[in-house]
């Protein structure tokens, strides 16, 4: 075990870069927590995935580094570097493979620097982490590898986020102004996903949405954001049983207080999916190109993944040209009302 420094009061976590993968880190900022009480943890991160992180209960600060915005290169890297120096860390956990990020912290002059690269890449890093394998692990695994890498012992790997009342409140006061009474059972799609290859065909979302109103007596809720607001609206009118649209109408925090609500989320695999399971929601997985193992959800609900053998998604699939997605067309509507059966039992 690699000795670690004694006390560790002040780390920064450099965050990966979207939605699902920055959940399934959660467990990387608990880990320390744990291993370090009274530390305070802050997280470098891009722009769009600073609400998710606003979520996680053991991240203390957020920095965002937007170095598209500064136009890449030095001087963004540089701003950062001071940015970090200011608030004089004892250490920094890099959780993915990023030259320009191990060249940051090596920058602040932060003095324990803990990453994947290859022989510390020239002094960049203090410790590096075994990165053997990391595609066939899960992603939350591979994250933790990091901390274990520093001696760090890890005890829980699910992932976990937490709204605020305020936020729930707001959602409520949403729900309401649409009709929904305060107890009233909602189930919530989310129909996106951001490449096509992982999305259930639309006319599958309007026949569940149809059979789980007709069927079941459950409110259907569709969620998304403004770019699902066509793809929502035109399968709210093809179900033909007037499902709540709210595509548009949340960020990202009200999303989460929106599943946290539900009585079951459906997504295909997609942050909002794992968003939805580490606020402890039930949760419906529709998997095709992606595989649970890698990427499954590990929340605090009750979790049941469909997916179907369709030899081309043996491994994680990422012909975005594939002309028929054979492997999201295989699930089918009766798959998942089955689990709804299942997972309300």
């Known amino acids: 075990m690699v000795k670690q420094l004694r ?20 467990p990387v900022y608990r880990a320390l927590k744990t291993a370090y009480p009274g530390v305070r943890l802050t997280a470098l991160a891009v722009p769009r995935v600073k609400e998710v992180l606003e979520l996680c209960p053991d991240v203390d600060e957020v920095v965002v580094y ?16 001071g940015a970090l120096r200011r608030r004089h860390f004892d250490a920094a956990f890099i959780l993915r493979r990023s030259l320009s990020r191990s060249w940051i912290t090596r920058l602040a002059g932060i003095p324990v620097r803990v ?14 982490a075994d990165d053997t394998g990391l595609d066939v692990i899960h992603r939350s695994d591979a994250y933790l590898r990091v901390v274990e890498a520093f001696g760090i012992k890890v005890a829980e790997r699910s992932s976990r986020l937490a709204v605020g009342r305020d936020t729930c409140e707001r959602v409520a006061a949403l729900l309401r102004g649409h009709g929904l ?21 639309a006319s599958r979302f309007a026949a569940l949405t149809a059979r789980l109103t007709q069927e079941l007596g459950l409110k259907v809720v569709l969620s998304g954001a403004w770019s699902d607001v066509e793809r929502v609206r ?17 960020g990202l925090k009200e999303l989460a207080a929106l599943f946290k609500r539900a009585y079951m989320v459906v997504s295909a695999d997609s942050g909002p999916l794992h968003v939805a399971s580490a606020v402890g929601a039930n949760v419906v997985g529709l998997f095709g190109p992606t595989t649970p193992e890698i990427t499954g959800p590990r ?31 295989a699930l089918t509507v009766d798959d998942v009302l089955q689990t709804f059966q299942i997972l309300k039992s």
């Open 66 to 81: 937007n170095e598209a915005r500064q136009g890449g290169g030095l001087v963004p890297m540089l701003s950062a570097a």
């Open 234 to 250: 035109a399968i709210a009118l093809e179900s033909g049983v007037a499902p709540l649209v709210l595509a548009g109408e949340t």
């Open 299 to 329: 929340g605090q609900g009750r979790i049941r993944v469909l997916t179907r053998d369709t030899r081309c998604n043996r491994a994680p699939c990422y012909y975005l040209e594939c002309p028929d997605n054979r492997c999201m067309k």
């Open 181 to 201: 009474k305060g107890d009233e059972r909602i189930v919530v799609m989310h129909t996106g996903g951001n490449w096509g290859l992982k999305q259930w065909p």
């Open 115 to 128: 990453g994947f690269g290859a022989r510390g890449w020239g002094g960049l890093l203090t410790h590096t």
């Open 7 to 26: 006390p560790m009061r002040n780390i920064v976590v450099i965050s990966v870069n979207w939605i699902g993968d920055v959940v399934f880190s959660t």
